[in-house]
Nanobody
Framework: QLVESGGGLVQTGGSLRLACVVSGFTLDDYAIGWFRQAPGKEREGVACMSTTDGNTFYDDSVKGRFTISSDNAKNTIYLQMNSLKPEDTAVYYC????????????WGQGTQVTVSS
């Protein structure tokens, strides 16, 4: 089970930190990711990370502003979001998947992030 928290309403330029608590399994040797879906748009990947070697990948739209991380002792995934823009408004989902990141099998319920202009 994955449970997200930390979403909310923030002004342009503000910051939020999303958290995703994972239960039922440990985060060792998985790919973890954050995805988002804005109204009327398809879900898109935002950031992902290998818990095996710590390699990260970011979509160009968030590179330099968002940071994905995990605390394996707490079995929690984070997404630090800085310099938020109105176009970042979406429902954000955390996910856990195969070590290569080719598929994601476990998903959270989503948390709303709204950035006002």
């Amino acid at each position: 089970q994955l449970v997200e928290s930390g979403g909310g309403l923030v002004q342009t330029g503000g910051s939020l930190r999303l958290a995703c608590v994972v239960s039922g399994f440990t985060l060792d040797d998985y790919a973890i990711g954050w995805f988002r879906q804005a109204p009327g748009k398809e879900r898109e990947g935002v950031a992902c990370m290998s818990t095996t070697d710590g390699n990260t990948f970011y979509d160009d739209s968030v590179k330099g502003r968002f940071t994905i991380s995990s605390d394996n002792a707490k079995n929690t995934i984070y997404l630090q979001m800085n310099s938020l823009k109105p176009e970042d408004t979406a429902v954000y989902y955390c996910a856990v998947g195969s070590p290569t990141g080719s598929r994601y099998d476990y998903w959270g319920q989503g948390t709303q992030v709204t950035v006002s202009s």
